[in-house]
């Protein structure tokens, strides 16, 4: 009992960096370098994942509805852990949950990799979402405390950035492994990156605990309430309300469900969502807060998070089935692809620094969103076939990806002013929750507008309804006082 409470006391120590490593002036970029690799991996996962899901279907013998499961489980349970995890890590520490979160990550896609069902398959991705939440709960906390006021949007856009560069790497790395290799090395190549992340998490981060004795006595929660028990009753209706809704959704795209049992998943997403609003006015430590989630900024900021990854992921999933239908082989549709979250990881970098000094955060929102939106109507508006197919789509995917890439760096910076400090990794935790629920309906939307009309005549659909959304986004966007 001593030798594991001793192990368990050295696992959740946290150690500071070397001291010539913390001296540096430059120390603080290396952090956030490091939790770009970690933001890096999460997106490369996502959407190399999606270029496997033909793969999967041969090899399971199943239809694709239920190979989007691969996808969901993962979304539904980062999006379920991602609060309390982010309550947890301001107990235990955020360089030590960040740290452990490489490495359940890792082990999970290495037991991916060898699964040889269906069912293990999803199970280990729901293995891996618990390890995603542990990095990206902290990552946006890390990277807001731990560089200079001054530097944060550009901090922020670097870690968009590195989110981008993955997705942007994933079609076409996703395309030569499964071709070249096997749907597993999907999985695997998960590991490596992970282990490098491990060390350099060790070195370059920054220790995030006190390192001081806590004062016995009743403590705070985030929104300014006494401390209570753990919200159980809210982590179980937030689940249930996500899950039912999504898998209502994949029921009406394919998934083989008798109508009785969707009507009563949107009857359970409903009742879910209206006693997790009752639930967490009432509990003592709410898992949303919402003292935080009515802070002025905060709900409209978490709602343009949400539309921002909606619009980004809803054309990685679409893409290819349009272009296939447009004649394009699955290389050439992948490298086309592509052009979006590159233009996404390029603007988040340096787009700022190209627009005036003088224009705000809400206005580099607006903008964003207003060319992301024009960039997706002029996608829906294309032709449906010819050889000028590819030259037309690519314009309007760089101007797509452009503008996401100016608005969710502001939006992000946005919502982390108006949110205190002592509150960092909990309002990081639902800025990624906001992100991957957006990311969750991205991925289920296409399928249900191309089951539902067709290849061409839904993916138009789907894409002029993003344009709306886009417009939507713009409108939401606001300013708030710093906090």
Known sequence: ????????????????????????????????????????????????????????????????????????????????????????????????????????????????????????????????????AMMQANSVALVARGVPEHAMRRALGVQAAAQGLGLALGPSLGGLLVEHASWRWVFWINVPIGLVGILAGWFLLPRTQSGTQRVPGPRR?????????????????????????????????????????????LLAAVLCALGLVRQERRATRPILAPGLVNTPGVRPGLAVSLIGYLLLFCPLVLGPVLLAEAGLSTARAGLLITLLPAAFAVAATVGGALLPRGWTDVTR????????????????????????????VAVPLLLAGGGLGLLLPANNALVMRAIPAECSAVGGGMVNMARSLGTALGTALPVLGVHLAGPAQGGRSVLLALAVVAAVGAVLTRSVRRR
């Open 1 to 132: 009992m001593n030798a594991a409470s001793t192990l368990t006391a050295r696992l959740l120590t946290e150690h500071p960096r070397p001291r010539v490593i913390a001296g540096r002036r430059y120390a603080h970029w290396l952090a956030v370098g490091t939790v770009c690799l970690g933001a890096f991996l999460g997106q490369l996962t996502a959407s190399v994942t999606a270029l496997a899901y033909p793969a999967l279907q041969r090899h399971f013998h199943t239809g694709f509805a239920a190979v989007e499961w691969v996808a969901l489980a993962y979304l539904l349970v980062l999006v379920a852990l991602l609060a309390p995890v982010g309550r947890l890590s301001d107990l235990v520490g955020r360089k030590t949950m960040y740290l452990g979160g490489f490495a359940v990550f890792a082990l999970a896609s290495l037991g991916a990799g060898f699964a040889g069902n269906l069912a293990t398959l999803v199970a280990c991705r729901a293995v891996q979402a618990v390890g995603g």
């Open 221 to 265: 929660s985030d929104d300014g309430r006494q401390a209570g028990r753990f919200d159980l009753g809210g982590l179980l209706l937030l689940t249930g309300s996500t899950t039912a809704l999504l898998l209502a959704l994949s029921a009406a795209s394919g998934l083989p469900l008798p109508g009785p049992a969707v009507a009563g998943l």
């Open 365 to 392: 929102c607006r903008l964003g969103a207003a060319l992301a939106g024009t960039g997706l109507l002029c996608c829906a508006l294309l032709p449906a076939a010819g050889a000028t197919v590819p030259l037309l």
